[in-house]
């Protein structure tokens, strides 16, 4: 009959313990080895909000220089999303850069998840060829998008 004592046990557990820790660390290596050989990045960018301002890859966009035209009406989710659109011009925005925009400017977006239904607004403006997508997003990377022409908005 063969007697293993727990301290053998316990010993030999943690040598199978150290030997996957330095498989995995290889492993993890050769990863970092390939992402780098095949030019993909190890970290992507996060859009950042600091003072009201939103740094993304390219630049950042300051929410205080954008202007809002007061009317007396009342306007439409999609009115004011195109207005801050406008705006933006030639530069990159998220949903985010809406989002920060619409908040300065006091338009409250009624609903449980406010920055879906702007983006449900953008996707529709991208529809009718009015934004385009630059840069698709996944995961906690946002899409980016840039307005095609700053006339079409002005009919």
């Known amino acids: 009959m063969i007697t293993i004592s727990n301290q053998t046990v316990i010993a030999e557990l943690k040598k199978l313990v150290e030997i996957k820790k330095e498989e995995l660390q290889?492993?993890?290596?050769?990863?970092?080895?390939?992402?780098k050989l095949l030019g993909q990045p190890q970290f992507q960018s996060v859009d950042l909000i600091k003072n009201g301002e939103i740094a993304t890859s390219s630049k950042a966009i300051n929410i205080a220089d954008l202007r809002h035209e007061?009317?007396?009406?009342?306007?439409?989710l999609r009115q004011e999303v195109t207005e801050v659109v406008e705006q933006f011009g030639a530069q990159e925005f998220?949903?985010?850069?809406?989002?920060?925009?619409?908040?300065?400017y006091g338009v409250v977006v009624?609903?449980?998840s406010p920055?879906?239904?702007?983006s449900m607004t953008i996707t529709k403006l991208e529809e009718?060829?009015?934004?385009?997508?630059?840069?698709?997003?996944?995961g906690n990377i946002p899409h980016r998008y840039k307005a095609v022409a700053?006339?079409?908005f002005r009919q």
């Open 110 to 112: 009624k609903g449980q």
């Open 94 to 104: 998220t949903v985010a850069h809406i989002d920060s925009a619409l908040k300065k």
């Open 128 to 138: 009718e060829g009015r934004v385009r997508k630059t840069f698709v997003g996944k």
């Open 26 to 35: 290889e492993a993890e290596q050769a990863l970092r080895v390939v992402e």
């Open 150 to 152: 700053t006339e079409l």
């Open 115 to 118: 920055r879906a239904r702007i």
């Open 70 to 76: 007061a009317n007396s009406g009342r306007k439409t």
